[in-house]
Nanobody, 117 residues
Framework: QVQLVESGGGLVQAGGSLRLSCAPS????????MGWYRQAPGKQRELVAR???????NYGDSVKGRFTISRDNAKNTVYLQMNSLKPEDTAVYYC???????????WGQGTQVTVSS
């Protein structure tokens, strides 16, 4: 069974930074794309950032210029560096992976990010 283990959430003041990590239980080289999504109370889940096998990235409009997604192949981990955090970034953040040979998306358990004003 595939697992995505997330870490790094927490409480931070506005303007601060956090880094989220996501480590899949399978080799990162077996993954077509990984991404971070978030869901705030009463809102739909939305894309935060995504990185493909080739290293191409894309971001949600609300986080462009503040968040950076990256991949460390040696550590089999994808990171989301979040800077200049705002209260509206408060949400549960979920790691997502699309594997080359598996038909379904996989999701992490979610990690809470809370930004206080």
């Amino acid at each position: 069974q595939v697992q995505l283990v997330e870490s790094g959430g927490g409480l931070v003041q506005a303007g601060g930074s956090l880094r989220l990590s996501c480590a899949p239980s399978r080799s990162i080289f077996s993954i077509n794309a990984m991404g971070w999504y978030r869901q705030a109370p009463g809102k739909q889940r939305e894309l935060v950032a995504r990185i493909t096998r080739s290293g191409a990235t894309n971001y949600g409009d609300s986080v462009k210029g503040r968040f950076t997604i990256s991949r460390d192949n040696a550590k089999n981990t994808v990171y989301l560096q979040m800077n200049s955090l705002k209260p509206e970034d408060t949400a549960v953040y979920y790691c997502n992976a699309q594997f080359l040979t598996l038909p379904n998306d996989y999701w992490g358990q979610g990690t809470q990010v809370t930004v206080s004003s």
